[in-house]
């Protein structure tokens, strides 16, 4: 049985309008403007138990408003969900059990307590017993490299370490499924690859299921095996990884500092140049993956001059989706 | 049983949480005593002057003081989210709470202390000693007093705040709710009339929080305890319904919260 089944879903959230200044707030207090937004409009997927499932898409795509449907924070305007056998809005304490969440931008921990405050007391939601407990945060903390954090404040975490405890605590009642909302916002690079890492390791331990949210197409290269892409409140893709990258995540983008002036017929072979910013010593550039080799980039790239400082990036995933619906309607 | 003990382990992890600032949270609650004091001293200038309003003397109105103060206080010390309900559920911060395997009304209302609500409940106490009427079945009584009103209290609290899922507001509502029931529970009810009390006990049932307890302490009868526990399971029962049915309407949010 598939760990999650979803038909049909949509919903539609109720939005006021009001213009600008006091007046319009006043009649708007009598006569509200009331539209409706359709933030997911009818997907339907199914995702295996144990599987590594990506949903991308950019801000306002319905990401979160789905996977807020299927933890039974929202009931759906229309539609069917099934997450291992519960119906989330009629269920929710039933499958809260077998299900860990995380969001990025909504922490569990308790601000002012040390994280392990917090997992204990989640022992106690989840009806451990103390022993129990006890022996599942030391497993965690070992697990995630936390030992020395779980007793500092939570406040006086970096955000890294923060998540790290974040999806820790997450994971204290052994769930069937975890369910990501954008875990590795506003992380630097090193932190993101960490607890991706970490993410990976424990699933694949514990043979749970991940339902990963992001905008950030590296989460998705690190963590899932298979991708949805959220567009508008639509599925737009649904594919392997693999199968996304060899056909749209092919291109990276460049951008270097140099310690001297660039030249304004800057030129790299095999790459296109996008931008030099000639003040500020900089260059843009991007290249295809499949011709041109990261390798051999970064290599002519160090020939050109003295590199201060250098960032490579996958296309925003705006122009992935673009190139996807370009993609559709040339088949069309 | 099991809601107990989450309820016995929320509330420890609460009070550590207030104390990591115990100086804050001494300040608030002795200063909350002191507050509650200097209000009462208006009363005992006027019954001072006038002895008794409609059959009411100064005693009375310590009674009906020591009962609101200690069911503010209770509500406040152990239940402190019933304040800031409607903010938590228009700011979407009902998130957390939902995706945990628990009562989603009792976790959110007991996962906040009020510090100074543990001033109220012992000015409540030491306005009941200071009543002049105090004796081991009176205190018996008013504990008994104290939980029944406490429970109306939150129940009023929670259905005022629950349009907030239907108006997408309710900051403003609740502080007038707040006052309005506060107000009219320590008020000598002989003052209102036959209508003002049908509102006073149905709509805003202040008289639950002041005259119908105080009677209660005062003398013990079988037909006060009934209205006392009628009044609670049904405002409770009133407000169980309006806050699920709102549920159902919920919005959550993208705003960026902590769980402090």
Not at chain 2, 219 to 245: D, E, K, Q, R, V
């Amino acid at each position: 049985m598939p760990a999650i089944q979803v038909k049909n879903l949509t919903k539609t959230f109720q939005t006021r309008h009001k213009a600008a200044g006091l007046t319009a707030s006043v009649r708007a207090l009598f006569r509200p403007q009331v539209s409706a937004v359709e933030a997911v409009r009818g997907i339907s997927f199914e995702m295996e138990a144990g599987e590594l499932l990506g949903f991308i898409g950019p801000n306002g795509a319905g990401k979160s408003t789905t996977i807020k449907i299927l933890t039974g924070i929202l009931f759906p305007t229309s539609g069917e969900a099934s997450v291992l056998g519960y119906t989330p809005w009629r269920q929710r304490r039933q499958l809260a059990y077998h299900i860990g969440t995380v969001f990025g931008q909504r922490p569990q921990l308790w601000y002012h307590l040390p994280a392990i405050d917090t997992l204990t007391l989640f022992g106690k939601i989840y009806e451990l017993d103390d022993r129990q407990t006890k022996r599942r945060i030391a497993e965690l903390a070992e697990a995630f490299e936390i030992q020395d954090l779980l007793e500092t404040p939570v406040r006086k975490l970096s955000l890294g370490q923060r998540m790290r405890c974040e999806v820790a605590a997450s994971l204290l009642h052994k769930p069937k499924l975890l369910l990501l909302d954008e875990p590795s916002i506003g992380l630097d690079v090193v932190a993101k690859q960490h607890i991706r890492d970490a993410i990976r390791e424990m699933a694949a331990r514990e043979n749970v299921g991940v339902l990963l949210t992001s905008h950030d197409a590296g989460d998705l290269e690190a963590l899932c095996k298979r991708v949805i892409i959220l567009h508008h409140g639509q599925i737009v893709y649904q594919d392997k990884v693999s199968t996304l990258k060899r056909s749209f995540l092919t291109s990276k983008l460049v951008e270097v500092r140099y310690a001297q002036q660039v030249a304004p017929d800057f030129e790299i072979a095999g790459t296109e140049t996008l931008k030099i910013a000639r003040e500020r010593y900089g260059v843009k550039l991007r290249f295809d993956t499949r011709r041109t080799p990261v390798e051999s980039v970064l290599a002519r790239l160090t020939e050109a001059g003295d590199v201060v400082d250098i960032t490579i990036s996958d296309p925003p995933l705006e122009e992935v989706i673009a190139a996807i619906y370009a993609q559709a309607e040339r088949n069309a | 049983m099991r809601e107990l003990n989450f309820l016995l382990s929320l509330w420890k992890t609460n009070l550590a949480s207030a104390m990591e600032y115990r100086a804050a949270f001494l300040s608030q609650a002795i200063g909350m005593i002191l507050n509650d004091g200097v209000y009462f001293l208006v009363w005992v200038l006027f019954f001072d002057r006038f002895k008794e309003v409609r059959g009411w003397e100064l005693s009375d109105m310590f009674l009906v003081f020591g009962i609101a103060a200690g069911a503010f206080g209770l509500a406040g010390a152990f239940f402190g989210n019933a304040f800031n309900l409607a903010e938590i559920i228009t700011g979407g911060r009902l998130d957390y709470y939902l995706s945990l395997p628990r009562s989603v009304l009792l976790h959110v209302l007991a996962s906040r202390v009020v510090p100074s609500g543990f001033g109220d409940l012992l000015y409540g106490f030491l306005s009941y000693f200071a009543s002049g009427q105090a004796s081991w079945g009176g205190l018996g009584r008013f504990i008994l007093a104290i939980l029944l009103a406490t429970a109306i209290f939150i129940a009023f609290l929670i259905l005022v705040q629950s349009l907030a899922f239907w108006l997408g507001t309710g900051g403003t509502f609740t502080a007038l709710a707040v006052n309005a029931i506060i107000t009219f529970a320590i008020y000598p009810i002989t003052l209102f009339n036959q209508a003002a009390k049908v509102v006073l006990f149905l709509i805003v049932p202040a008289a639950f929080l002041g005259a119908v307890p105080a009677g209660f302490v005062r003398a013990f009868s079988w037909p006060t305890l009934g209205s006392m526990a009628l009044a609670a399971a049904g405002f409770l029962a009133l407000a169980l319904t309006l806050f699920h049915l709102g549920l159902r309407r919920y919005e959550s949010g993208s705003a960026i919260q902590v769980e402090v």
